[in-house]
């Protein structure tokens, strides 16, 4: 769930809807759940260096703990496109060891997806980000440099059924982008 945009739209009685509070992330809060998707993340500008550490790196893998101890078959995790563990830039390497460690644990089935640019309309402002979403979304109609949140979305929670995605599998924003193309046709 989304705790700063609030209550989910989707309804359906195999979904259980949680806002948690990471600074204090119950030991038991991923108990019986089967598969759990993680979209946390923010930017350096936004929260600081020490803010995207603890929100990209803590949060997260306090989650992928907690969900493996829990006995959660499945992890899916959104990354961003150029993570690298060994990057000199933060964003990427950060982005890269919490890929590599979700990836290690030990999941029935483990799941990155590497998006390029998300073109989604924020309530926050980011002027350079929203400028960079008009133009691909304008430009890039092949979706090689950008991607639909929503298709994004599709592909996660289809992705979850899909048997062609492995046990550690990494998605780029081109496989992502493939298969949500799939998933409209019906394949």
């Known amino acids: 769930i989304n705790a700063e945009y609030g209550e989910s739209k989707v309804q359906n009685d195999?979904?259980?809807?949680?806002?948690?509070?990471?600074?204090?992330?119950?030991?038991?809060?991923?108990?019986?759940?089967?598969?759990?998707?993680?979209?946390?993340?923010?930017?350096?500008?936004?929260?600081?260096?020490?803010?995207?550490?603890?929100?990209?790196?803590?949060?997260?893998?306090?989650f992928?703990?907690?969900?493996?101890?829990?006995?959660?078959?499945?992890?899916?995790?959104?990354?961003?496109?150029?993570a690298n563990a060994n990057a000199w830039l933060l964003y990427t390497q950060i982005k890269g060891q919490v890929d590599e460690k979700i990836l290690g644990i030990g999941f029935q089935k483990a799941v990155v997806y590497r998006p390029s640019v998300l073109l989604v309309d924020r309530q926050e402002s980011r002027m350079g980000e929203k400028a960079a979403r008009w133009l691909l979304g304008w430009a890039d109609t092949g979706r090689s440099m950008s991607v639909n949140i929503g298709d994004v979305a599709a592909v996660i929670v289809g992705s979850i059924f899909d048997e062609s995605v492995t046990d550690k599998s990494i998605l780029t924003n081109g496989d992502i982008v493939n298969k949500a193309?799939?998933?409209i046709k019906g394949n």
């Open 14 to 62: 195999k979904l259980e809807h949680k806002i948690v509070d990471f600074d204090n992330l119950p030991e038991d809060a991923f108990l019986d759940h089967d598969v759990a998707i993680c979209t946390l993340g923010t930017t350096r500008a936004k929260s600081g260096k020490d803010g995207f550490i603890k929100v990209d790196q803590d949060y997260v893998l306090s």
């Open 64 to 82: 992928v703990e907690k969900s493996k101890a829990a006995g959660v078959k499945q992890f899916h995790m959104m990354s961003s496109q150029g």
């Open 181 to 183: 193309k799939a998933l």
